[in-house]
């Protein structure tokens, strides 16, 4: 890699996080690598720098040199400003919903309003009531329910009407039909957000964690770009980041030129320049940890527990018992096969480890 200061010196380094709050042209250069490039020649350029020869490179002694991704983003405002980054840091969507779910059980007590039917079913000692959603293979219907609501409390719930021009609809309207003005001045329900996202999902045959993932790329893009998700703006926000997740995802992505064929009025070359300018927002980070992953699924398996949303409840059979034990059997050796490495375990501790039977009735 060479000599670590003249990397970070670059003036094409690796930008830091930049914002961009205003409406951006498509042929001006973009203002975060503006901002990271004077940075970096200002920390090049700066008297306090440390010359080279200044260094004590020992023989044979790590030089415990900071990575740079510490060194731009510290830990803190990391945890604070980036949760699509971060699986400690709370997602803002679980965030936005819960002023709406305290109020929502503050009337009902208030008024006495009942919960009504029980619909939901509970395990006993003679019957297992599992659903159909796991993390690894979530449930399609109920994922894209659940993540069309997340989006429906983004904009509910947002902050302010902060967007950028490639996202506003009325630049880059996605039908040739004339939209009156008042249709963006409400916003739009969960059920109409809901067709809109499973249209695109139906017509693409894209999987539920492609769902997931979209809206890790959605939360990533308005927290780096810090815009806000509204009415002008929420489709084609929303269609970026299924575009940018079925590619990033499916190992048979669906091209661009196919959901022309989808939104009949849009051109190749819109969702081309779309597509560029969300990845340039993100700074081209489209990286989502295992850890993130499974955070957003259970932070949306919350949401829909918040919101009453129904999941399919079915007694758990023999089969799928036999499936779950299989599966946790094999999590388990791969367990003991690290714990055995780690701790230098003798083979007759490794071997002597029992398992306990599972009991079927």
């Known amino acids: 890699m060479g000599n670590t200061l003249t990397c970070c010196g670059k003036p094409d380094a690796s ?25 970096a020649v200002a920390v090049a350029l700066s008297p306090a720098a440390p010359e080279p020869a200044e260094l004590d490179f020992g023989t044979g002694e790590g030089h415990h040199l900071q990575h740079i991704s510490d060194r731009e983003m510290p830990d803190e405002l990391a945890l604070e400003s980036n949760p699509s980054d971060h699986p400690r840091a709370s997602t803002i969507f679980l965030n936005k919903s819960q002023t709406d779910v305290r109020e929502k059980k503050k009337n009902n007590y208030v008024n006495h309003v009942s919960p009504g039917h029980l619909t939901k079913k509970y395990s006993s000692c003679s019957t297992i009531f599992l659903d159909d959603s796991t993390v690894s293979q979530p449930n399609l219907r109920t994922t894209v329910q659940c993540v069309t609501l997340a989006i429906y409390y983004h904009i509910k719930n947002r902050d302010a009407n902060r967007s950028l021009d490639i996202f506003d609809e009325r630049s880059h309207p996605l039908t ?19 067709r809109f996202v499973r249209t695109l999902f139906s017509a693409a045959q894209l999987t539920a964690e492609c769902a997931i993932v ?33 590619k990033v995802w499916d190992d048979q992505a669906v091209w661009n030129v196919d959901y ?4 009949k009025d849009i051109t190749v070359e819109d969702m081309n320049e779309m597509e560029r300018h969300f990845l340039e927002l993100l700074q081209f980070n489209i990286n989502v940890p295992a850890s993130v992953y499974a955070k957003y699924y259970f932070d949306l398996r919350s949401l829909a527990d918040d919101n009453d949303l129904p999941f399919v409840f079915a007694p758990l059979s023999r089969e799928r018992a036999q499936n779950l034990e299989a599966i946790s059997r094999l999590c388990e050796d791969k367990d003991l096969c690290r714990a055995a490495l780690r701790r230098s375990l003798s083979a007759d501790n490794f071997i002597g480890v029992q398992r306990s039977k599972a009991i079927l009735s």
């Not at 893009?221 to 079925?246: F, H, M, Q």
């Not at 022309?260 to 939104?263: F, M, R, S, T």
């Open 15 to 39: 930008p830091s996080m930049g914002r961009r709050s205003g409406p951006a042209e498509p042929d001006e250069p973009s203002e975060v690598y503006e901002a990271a490039a004077g940075d």
């Open 176 to 194: 040739r039909e004339t939209v009156p003005e008042e249709y963006f001045r409400h916003d739009p329900e969960h059920k109409f957000i809901y």
């Open 214 to 246: 979209t809206l890790v790329y959605l939360e990533r893009l308005l927290t780096y770009a810090e815009i806000d998700i509204c009415p002008t703006n929420w489709k084609r926000i929303v269609l970026g980041a299924v575009l940018l997740a079925s």
């Open 260 to 263: 022309c064929q989808i939104l």
